[in-house]
């Protein structure tokens, strides 16, 4: 992360404004939307493939053992259809596992959130809190980190927002 301040202009207490650098990252995908029933079906079962096939261990050349869940592919904004990537971040994409897909989350500004309590609860209320805010978010690229903060108690993991 380069450079941290608060945010202007934002309802949200809970975040800062950072830069971010390009991050490729190698993961599973699915397409779905947060219109009832959609999201909270189709994300649930991402993240139980992700570990029933053990992915992590599929992943060619880890940059990093953090999880990521990235948002992307908006078709207009959280309210339309956007696909869903787990996966971590890489060194290199020269080989890409069958069934699985390469994302670049690009560089820019980003609002940074820490999702902090029980897992899913508090991610699912940091989103909650996001999508009534008054952030100018661009919809190029929103992604959760489950870094080493996930596995103390309690559990953080940061949600990172795409703004101008």
């Known amino acids: 992360m380069i450079g941290h301040k608060k945010t202007k202009g934002s ?8 830069q971010k650098d390009a991050v490729t990252i190698i993961g599973i995908e699915c397409r779905t939307s947060n219109s009832p029933g959609k ?8 993240w139980e493939r992700f570990y029933k096939e053990d992915i992590l261990s599929k992943i060619p050349h880890i940059a990093s053992k953090e999880v990521f869940a990235l948002y992307c592919d908006y078709e207009k904004d959280h309210t339309k259809s956007f696909s869903v990537v787990i996966g971590c971040p890489v060194s290199s994409t020269d080989q ?22 029980k897992h899913p609860k508090a991610v699912i209320e940091t989103w909650g809190e996001i999508w009534q805010s008054d952030l ?3 919809f190029t690229g929103d992604f959760e980190i489950y ?14 927002i795409a703004v101008e």
């Open 147 to 160: 870094g080493e903060k996930f596995t103390k108690n309690p559990q953080e993991v940061q949600v990172l």
């Open 39 to 46: 999201g909270s079906h189709d994300i649930p079962k991402l």
């Open 136 to 138: 100018k978010r661009t």
């Open 11 to 18: 309802k949200m207490g809970n975040n800062q404004m950072i």
């Open 96 to 117: 890409i596992p069958e069934g699985m897909v390469v994302k670049t989350i690009p560089a820019g500004s980003y609002a940074l959130f820490r999702a902090i309590g």
